[in-house]
Every structure is written in C-alpha cells, then in structure tokens.
C-alpha cells in the first residue's frame, strides 16, 4: 500500500468512525442497544455480499466452509465483542467520551503485538501515538469538564477497544476472502446475526420501537451508521 493511499485511508476511518458515535447516541435513545447493532451489522452485511456478487459474479469464495468458520470468528470478536460492548456502553458516556476512549484501539494493537509476537515499537509509533491522542484530548476534552463517568460505560469501551486490537491482529494472520467486499459482507453478516443471541436473552426484543416511535433523525441516524459508519469502515479495512 503506498502512502498516499495510507493516509487516505487512515483520515477516513477516523472521520467515518469518530462522527458515528454522534448516530450511535440518537438511535440508542429510541432503539435497545444490542438489537440496534446486530441490524445495523446483518444490512450491512447483506449489502456487501451483494455488491460483492454484482462485481464478481464468478467468484465461488462465498461457498467455502472454511472461510464462513473463520469469518464467523472474527464476527464474534470483532463485532459480538467489539461493537456489542460499543453499543452497550455507549448508551451510560456521551457521544465524545466513547469516541475517545475508542480511540485506544491504536495503543492496545502496539501492546499486544508487543507482547504477542516481540514486535519492536518504533519511535515513530510512539510519536504517533501521542500525537494521536494528544489530538483526541484537544477535541473531546472540553465535553468532558465537570462530567463523572459511568465505569459501567468505561469499562465497556475499553474491553471493546482490546477486543477490536485482537480482532484485527488476528483478522490479518486468518484466511478470509480475497474479495475484500466479500470478506466485509462475511464479517458483518455473521456478527450481526451472532449479536441477536444475547439480544434476545436479555428481552431486548420486548423493547423494539413500533413504527410510529420512528422519526426522521432516527432514520437519518440509522442509516448514516449503516453506509458511513459501518459500510464504508469495514470495506477500507479489509
């Protein structure tokens, strides 16, 4: 990957991913937190594989067992655990504390690559790093002032954010799809059917709005976190 394609790469994923959380605090104040996700993922799931499909129509990937296994474990870190934990502990912290405490995902894939396979941490990434969250500080830090925070929600962001780190590493070393649409669709498509599981055991279904509880800013939101937050995210990062 060359490093102009890095970089834009980068800039998105922060924008897309950072600016979700504003969607993610307005579809959860009218919609449970683990059913909302695990629709969000499953749509978005579907999507992809189709457009997949419509570029590649020769491609018989979708019918191998081993990559639906291994898909089906990386939907359950990544988006059972990760996003599961997002979406619960999103609705206890406002909009910018979650998004700032996500944004440790970078610090935790330096550590456990560190500790897991010795990798060396550059000074360059240190830089990175601190200017990273230095930046993040800058940003968020004024909606933090004289607000106490919820360690239900914390914690939840923070497990995630570890979760997220250990998806990827192991997202990278698993053998998934050439098709990088595909192997998104997979992801998402198994993680958001997993997700209705726990949903489901705890009564989330029992809470689900009726039409008329729908509004134009939920809809809005949803359908941001789909195409802008989920969408876009997972088809740059695989």
């Known amino acids: 990957m060359n490093q102009l394609k890095l970089w834009v790469v980068i800039i998105t994923l922060s924008l897309t991913v950072g600016s979700s959380f504003i969607a993610i605090k307005i579809v959860l104040d009218s919609v449970s937190p683990l059913f909302a996700f695990s629709i969000r993922f499953m749509i978005t799931g579907g999507i992809l594989i189709l457009v997949s499909y419509v570029f590649d129509r020769k491609n018989r990937e979708i019918k191998e067992i081993k990559l639906w296994r291994n898909a089906l474990v990386v939907g359950a870190i990544l988006i059972v655990g990760g996003h599961g934990l997002i979406a619960w502990g999103t609705q206890y912290l406002s909009a910018g504390i979650a998004s700032l405490l996500n944004s440790t995902i970078p610090l935790w894939v330096v550590l456990f690559m560190f500790l897991m ?122």
């Open 117 to 238: 396979f010795h990798s060396k941490i550059t000074n360059s990434a240190r830089l990175g790093l601190a200017l990273g969250f230095g930046g993040m500080i800058i940003l968020v830090g004024p909606s933090i002032g004289g607000q106490g925070l919820n360690l239900i929600g914390v914690a939840s962001l923070l497990i995630s954010s570890m979760l997220w780190a250990l998806g990827s590493i192991y997202s990278g070393k698993s053998f998934l799809p050439q098709n990088f649409l595909l192997s998104a669709g997979m992801v998402t498509l198994v993680g958001g059917s997993l997700l209705i599981i726990p949903s489901f055991l705890i009564g989330e279904f029992n809470l689900i709005p009726s039409y008329s509880d729908i509004d134009l800013d939920l809809l809005i939101s949803y359908l941001f976190l789909i195409f802008i937050g989920t969408v876009i995210p997972f088809v740059e990062f695989y």
